[in-house]
């Protein structure tokens, strides 16, 4: 098959056009390159993706929308999997118009070329943070999503909702996966691991929120994108028995479904760092903070739903994860 990936030189996106590749199919990789962070690391990702015959790369704004268009027209893509946003939580307060340019235009952008160019499934990114204050934990793709808390969490949430308008109106298959903390090599700058790595071997303190007192559901890189490959091959189906009082609100009578991609194995965020210390064989010296606006005390996947369909669950330790990233940061990083 033919498949479009957006934000094809990122952390995932890079990943998940290799796996396709490897498997055969033909990949168009788009792409805007910003300059969130580093975007010579951006370029070594899509080179790690490797000068495959069957693999393309656009350099493209989603915001153009006809030379979206155009690009749809002209490759005649089968799927689409849109991973293609602008992340950071705490960014999204500093920059709320960037949010809704990429995640909010951009997103309805694909939306509208898949309906028009016919796409039999899009899969797309969507994030834990749209539980926001829901503390009712694991959490489950059957509960509330109402109260996000910060902008990012709110895009996300719109994504989802959106996705659920095309899925009705216009049939267009739409599958949602809500990423829990993913991490491991040529993972992004931004997050804690790569800045706890780079702050460790540099000998400055890391800033550790609300006083390490927080844990997250960290899952491997390799286990999301094995749940990305596997959930593109099973397109929902319009049910019209489907029911909002009786069934679950992950499913519609549109052919639209949502699910967790999580590791299901929070992990204490002292825990985290203590592993982290043992794979550099330094310690840490941390500088100890307040919980962030925004960011939520503790994550927790139930993803047995996804699990049961794509007949997969991750199963990378953190211990394992954490060795692995710190050997690529120490070759990439030359360290």
């Not at 490897?22 to 910003?34: C, F, M, P, S």
């Not at 804690?192 to 491997?220: C, E, H, M, Q, W």
């Not at 996947?301 to 991750?314: E, G, H, M, R």
Request: proline share 4%; glycine share 6%.
């Amino acid at each position: 098959m033919k498949f479009l990936v957006t934000g094809a030189a990122g952390f995932i996106g890079s990943g998940v056009c290799k796996a396709l590749c490897t498997a055969g199919h033909e990949v168009v990789g788009l792409d805007n390159l910003n300059e969130y962070y580093d975007v010579g690391l951006k370029h070594a990702r899509l080179a790690s993706v490797g000068h495959d015959d069957n693999f393309t790369f656009v350099s493209l704004n989603l915001s153009e929308s006809e030379k979206l268009d155009r690009l749809f027209s002209a490759q005649q893509f089968n799927r689409v999997i849109h991973l293609a946003a602008q992340a950071g939580v705490r960014y999204s307060h500093d920059k709320p118009m960037v949010f809704a340019e990429s995640n909010l235009v951009g997103h309805l952008a694909i939306l509208e070329a898949c309906r028009h160019h016919k796409i039999e499934h899009l899969v797309y990114a969507s994030s834990s943070s749209v539980y926001g204050l829901n503390d009712n934990i694991p959490f489950s793709t059957s509960q509330s999503v109402d109260h996000p808390i910060s902008l990012y969490a709110a895009t996300k949430k719109a994504n989802e909702l959106m996705s659920h308008s095309y899925s009705h109106l216009y049939d267009l298959p739409t599958t949602g996966l809500r990423f829990f903390t993913v991490y491991g090599p040529w993972g992004r700058p931004d997050m804690a691991l790569f800045k706890f790595t780079k702050a460790i071997f540099n000998g400055d303190p890391i800033d550790v929120y609300n006083y390490g007192n927080l844990s997250r559901d960290f899952t491997f890189i390799d286990d999301i994108i094995e749940g990305i490959v596997r959930v593109q091959d099973k397109i929902p189906q319009r049910n019209d028995n489907w029911k909002m009082s009786e069934n679950a609100l992950s499913e519609s009578s549109a052919p639209y479904r949502i699910y967790n991609l999580g590791n299901g194995k929070p992990v204490k965020l002292m825990d985290f760092i203590s592993a982290l210390e043992d794979a550099i064989g330094i310690k840490a010296c941390m500088n100890l903070l307040p919980l962030q606006s925004g960011d939520v005390h503790d994550t927790w996947a139930d993803s047995s739903d996804l699990f049961k369909l794509i007949d997969y669950q991750p199963a990378t330790d953190i211990r394992d994860g954490i060795r692995c990233f710190v050997s690529w940061y120490k070759e990439y990083y030359n360290v």
